[in-house]
């Protein structure tokens, strides 16, 4: 059973910075993570991309990120970080990370974390 742990989330004021770690443990060992991701969802609106990483460190964003947020992963500990600066008011959501085919032994799945609240304020 793998499950990812989101931290770091909270509350700051528009143009303040927050970094969001998500890490990986399994009942097992963790073989390899295709893709490292992060989503969003504000209320009333749908899950959106905020940005994603694959082994080879390509990276995608979402078109509102604009250079404000970076993703890396650490593979060593299955862990992803977002470092996000200069934030905006319209970037208040829960934030998931999420796993595209993670490898472990009980198979090759794709995970979601249960989320974290950011809150940005005016």
């Known amino acids: 059973q793998v499950q990812l742990a989101e931290s770091g989330g909270g509350w700051v004021e528009a143009g303040g910075s927050l970094r969001l770690s998500c890490a990986a443990s399994?009942?097992?060992?963790?073989?390899?993570?295709?893709?490292w991701g992060w989503y969003r969802q504000a209320p009333g609106k749908q899950r959106e991309l905020v940005a994603t990483m694959n082994r080879r460190a390509v990276t995608e964003y979402g078109n509102f990120v604009k250079g404000r947020f970076t993703i890396s992963r650490d593979d060593a500990q299955n862990a992803v970080t977002l470092q996000m600066k200069n934030l905006k008011p319209e970037d208040t959501a829960i934030y998931f990370c999420m796993t595209d085919r993670l490898a472990d032994e009980d198979g090759v799945r794709d995970y979601w974390g249960q989320g974290i609240q950011v809150t940005v304020a005016a």
């Open positions: 399994a009942s097992g060992k963790i073989f390899s993570i295709r893709v």
